[in-house]
């Protein structure tokens, strides 16, 4: 796996949540990052339930707004954890991600491309450090995913870094990853959100896998 600028003839991209896995892995991570300070959850959820809700159903077409929301989320479940708690997290999740939560057709379409030489990158709206390990154990080449800040002493601000790794930021990491366009490319996503990425490439597919929950991207 590299994040280095790259020159590559072909290659396949991926979404992850819907896409490659089942269902979103967001909510389930931010869970599990909290369990430890389960009380602070309780006291904290309530005065945003109503906000939380709108943003897991979906129901915005206002982006802007859902960008802040996921912010805000991710505000309340991860501000104040270090860095080196939530790496060791990650990498815990991403192997039950592997072994539960991914949707069978859509690796093996990976490992597909994968033996056919094909470069494979796997961009997310989800956070790029639990992503990450998934991309490993997958043996993928190349990921992108939203980035999440972290202090100078090493603790998270609950921040994204940058923008929502969705919609055309998802392009934008891409051609940044890639300033030389590789020939062929394959993209395969599941959502309104991926419409940008499916946009560029020669061979676009929108997957119809039916998650249990809607996204959280």
Same mark, same amino acid.
């Given at each position: 796996?590299?994040?280095?600028?790259?020159?590559?003839?072909?290659?396949?991209?991926?979404?992850?949540?819907?896409?490659?896995?089942?269902?979103?892995?967001?909510?389930?991570?931010?869970?599990?990052?909290?369990?430890?300070?389960?009380?602070?959850?309780?006291?904290?959820?309530?005065?945003?339930?109503?906000?939380?809700?709108?943003?897991?159903?979906?129901?915005?077409? @206002?982006?802007?707004?859902? @960008?802040?929301?996921?912010?805000?989320?991710?505000?309340?479940?991860?501000?104040?954890?270090?860095?080196?708690?939530?790496?060791?997290?990650?990498?815990?999740?991403?192997?039950?991600?592997?072994?539960?939560?991914?949707?069978?057709?859509?690796?093996?379409?990976?490992?597909?491309?994968?033996?056919?030489?094909?470069?494979?990158?796997?961009?997310?709206?989800?956070?790029?450090?639990?992503?990450?390990?998934?991309?490993?154990?997958?043996?993928?080449?190349?990921?992108?995913?939203?980035?999440?800040?972290?202090?100078?002493?090493?603790?998270?601000?609950?921040?994204?870094?940058?923008?929502?790794?969705?919609?055309?930021?998802?392009?934008?990491?891409?051609?940044?990853?890639?300033?030389?366009?590789?020939?062929?490319?394959?993209?395969?996503?599941?959502?309104?959100?991926?419409?940008?990425?499916?946009?560029?490439?020669?061979?676009?597919?929108?997957?119809?896998?039916?998650?249990?929950?809607?996204?959280?991207?």
């Amino acid at each position: 796996m590299s994040s280095a600028t790259n020159e590559v003839n072909e290659i396949a991209i991926f979404d992850f949540d819907g896409t490659l896995s089942k269902r979103d892995t967001l909510l389930r991570f931010l869970i599990e990052v909290s369990i430890g300070s389960f009380a602070q959850i309780k006291k904290n959820i309530f005065p945003t339930t109503k906000s939380f809700i709108l943003y897991l159903l979906n129901s915005s077409k @206002d982006y802007d707004l859902k @960008d802040r929301l996921k912010e805000a989320i991710f505000e309340l479940f991860l501000t104040g954890k270090s860095i080196e708690e939530i790496e060791e997290i990650s990498r815990h999740y991403a192997k039950r991600i592997l072994t539960k939560k991914m949707h069978t057709p859509m690796v093996e379409k990976l490992n597909y491309h994968k033996y056919q030489g094909h470069s494979i990158m796997i961009i997310s709206a989800s956070p790029e450090i639990y992503i990450k390990y998934v991309a490993k154990l997958l043996e993928v080449d190349f990921v992108a995913g939203t980035k999440l800040e972290v202090n100078p002493q090493g603790i998270l601000t609950g921040k994204i870094l940058g923008r929502n790794c969705k919609r055309d930021e998802k392009r934008l990491r891409f051609e940044k990853q890639f300033p030389i366009r590789p020939n062929k490319i394959w993209a395969y996503g599941n959502s309104e959100g991926d419409k940008e990425l499916l946009s560029m490439a020669n061979f676009p597919t929108l997957v119809r896998n039916k998650p249990l929950f809607r996204r959280l991207g």
